[in-house]
C-alpha cells in the first residue's frame, strides 16, 4: 500500500541553510573548545596510563598457580583444572614428594605445570575447580610474547605472576 | 629559450630565490602541517585527541626501546611523508599507463604554479614578495587552478574502474558549475580595485581598507558602507566556490569516501596518492591565499608599516625595513592559516551534499547571486562617485 510521507513545509531561514550551517559550526567548535580546556573526558593514555587501578574486582585475567605462607606449593597434582580445562590448555605432570620431605603427607606436587596462554579463554574454571586454591585467576591483562613459546608459561612463570597467598587452606600445615 | 637567457641575472636570482622560499620553506611544510591540523583538529571536534605521539621505531632495528623525541604528535607529518616514500608504488594492469601517470602531477601542478601570482608579502630589502607580478594575476590564478580538474578526471578515465570513474565524472560538472559562480563573484572586487593584479588589487586595500573590513584604513564613508552588502555576497559566493573547487566538503563529491571508496585516487597508491592528496591541500592554500588577497588586505595590518618603512604608525618606522617586510609575510600566512582552520572545521561539520542539490546550488542561486552582485555593485559605484 503505498502512503504519502509528508513533507515539513521549510521556513525560508530553513531553505536558505545558511543559518543551520552557522549552528552546526557553533555545536563543532563547542566540542573543539571544550576539548581545547580539558573540560571533555577522553580516553586513557593507554601506555602511561594503565587499567590497573581501574579494574573491577570481578575481572578475570591471567590463571596463575600461588604458594601458601611456608613457601609450600599449593597444588597437589590432583589434575582437576587439566580436566575441567574447556581449551584444554593446562598440562600438569604429577610427582611424588620424597618422604623426607616436611610436607611428605601432601604427596603428590606438579613436577611440571604449564598453561598455553594462546588456549586460554580465561573462562575461571580451574580457579573455581581447584580444591586446594592453588591456581588463581589474577588482573594481569596484557599478556604478550614475541613467540608462541614464550606465552607457553611453565610452572617458575605462573609462580612469579602468582606469588604467595596465604590463608584458606590448612589442612597440609605440620601439626604443632 | 633566448628571451630567458637576456633577461637580467639578478631578476632570475631573486625569482629562483622567492620561489624556494615560497615552495619548499612555506608551502610545503604548511601543506604537510595543515594534513596534522586536519587530523588534530577533526579529532578535538570529535572529542578525541588524534596522532599526539610520534618516535622513532627502534625497536624495529633491534634496540630496547623505541625513541620519542618529545614533540607529541608534531612529527606525524614527517612518518607520513616516509611511509609515502617507502610503500610499494603499484600501477595496476588495467590502467592507461600514459594518462594514470600523468593524473598526479596535473594535479599537483597547476596548484603549486597558481602560487606565483599571491602576492604574499610587501617588500623584503627592497624585493617585491611576490614571484611574478603580473598585471592579470587574477586572471592568472583562474586559468591555472582549472587545469586542475584534468588531474581528477584522467585519474578517473584511465584508472580504467567504476568508482574512479564516477568520482572523474562529478568532478567535472562540479568544477565546471562552480568555476562560473566564483569567476563571476570576484568581478565586484576588480569593479571597486580597477585592476586583476593582485599586487594593485592588494595596494589598493592597504590604502582604502580591505573589501571585507572597510574601516581599517580608520574611517567609515557611505560608499564603504553601501558597498559592504555587495563585497560580503561576494565573498560568500566566492568562498562557497572556493569550497567547491578545492573538493573541500560539504562538496567533496569526486571523492566521497562512503560511496566512491576514495573517488578519483582510488587505484593510486604510494607518492602518486600522496600527489593528490598534496595538490588538494596546496590549492586549498593557493584558494585561502586567493580569498585573502581579494577579501582581507593580503599582507596588510593596520598600523603597521611595510617592508619600504612606508604608512603605518611614524614612530615604527624607527625600527629597520626587513623586519616589518618579514612581518607582513607573517601576518599573510597567519590569515591564511585562520581561513586554514574555517576549511577544516567547514569539513568536520557538514554532511555532504546529494549530487543534484550541489548542482542546483552552482547553477540556480550562486551564479545568479554572483551575476546580480555585478550590477548592484555597478550601481553603487556609478552613483556615489
Partial sequence: MAYVVPRPNLTWKEKIYLPSIVAG????????????????????????EKWDSHMPDH???????????????????????????PPRCIAIKPGEIPAESRFAKVEKYPEEFSIDMTRCIYCGMCEEVCPEQAIFLRKDYSITGTTRGALMHDKARLYELGGVFTGLVHKWNPKK | MD?????????????????IFLIFLVVLPMVSYTVYAERRVSALIQDRLGPNRTGFPLTLLGFKKDFSPGLGGLGQPIADAVKFLLKEDFVPGH????????????????????????????????????????????LFMFAISSVGVYGIVLAGWSSNSKYPFLG?????????????????????????CGSTGLGAITDYQVREGWLLVPFTDGGLSLREVLLWIPLVLAFITFSISMF???????????ESETELVAGYHTEYSSMKFALFFLGEYTAMIAGSALIVVLFLGGW??????????????????????????????????????????????????????????????????????????IFLTAGILAFTK
Fill in chain 1, 25 to 48: 559550526l557553533a555545536i563543532t567548535i563547542k566540542h573543539l573548545k571544550r576539548m581545547l580546556f580539558g573540560q571533555t573526558k577522553v580516553v586513557m593514555q593507554y601506555p602511561e
Fill in chain 1, 59 to 85: 575481572y578475570r585475567g591471567a590463571p596463575t598457580l600461588v604458594k601458601d605462607e611456608h613457601g609450600r606449593e599449593r597444588c597437589v597434582a590432583c589434575q582437576l583444572c587439566e580436566f575441567i580445562c
Fill in chain 2, 3 to 19: 628571451f630567458f637567457f637576456q633577461l637580467p641575472w639578478w631578476l632570475i636570482v631573486t625569482s629562483l630565490a622567492k620561489t
Fill in chain 2, 95 to 138: 590502467v592507461n599507463k600514459l594518462y594514470f601517470w600523468l593524473a598526479p602531477c596535473l594535479a599537483m601542478m597547476p596548484a603549486i604554479v597558481t602560487l606565483a601570482a599571491i602576492p604574499f608579502g610587501s617588500y623584503l630589502f627592497g624585493e617585491k614578495m611576490v614571484v611574478a607580478d603580473i598585471n592579470v594575476g587574477l
Fill in chain 2, 168 to 192: 572523474g565524472i562529478r568532478s567535472t560538472s562540479q568544477m565546471i558549475s562552480y568555476e562560473l559562480a566564483m569567476g563571476l563573484s570576484a568581478v565586484p572586487v576588480l569593479l571597486i
Fill in chain 2, 244 to 254: 567547491a573547487e578545492t573538493n573541500r566538503l560539504p562538496f567533496d563529491l569526486p
Fill in chain 2, 300 to 373: 596588510h595590518l593596520p598600523l603597521i608599516p611595510n617592508g619600504a618603512n612606508q604608512g603605518g604608525l611614524e614612530f615604527l618606522h624607527a625600527i629597520p625595513a626587513w623586519i616589518w617586510g618579514i612581518v607582513n609575510i607573517t601576518v599573510f600566512f597567519a590569515k591564511v592559516a585562520v581561513l586554514l582552520f574555517i576549511f577544516i572545521w567547514v569539513r568536520w561539520t557538514l554532511p555532504r551534499f546529494r549530487f543534484d542539490q550541489l548542482m542546483k546550488l552552482g547553477w540556480l542561486y550562486l551564479f545568479e547571486i554572483a551575476l546580480v552582485n
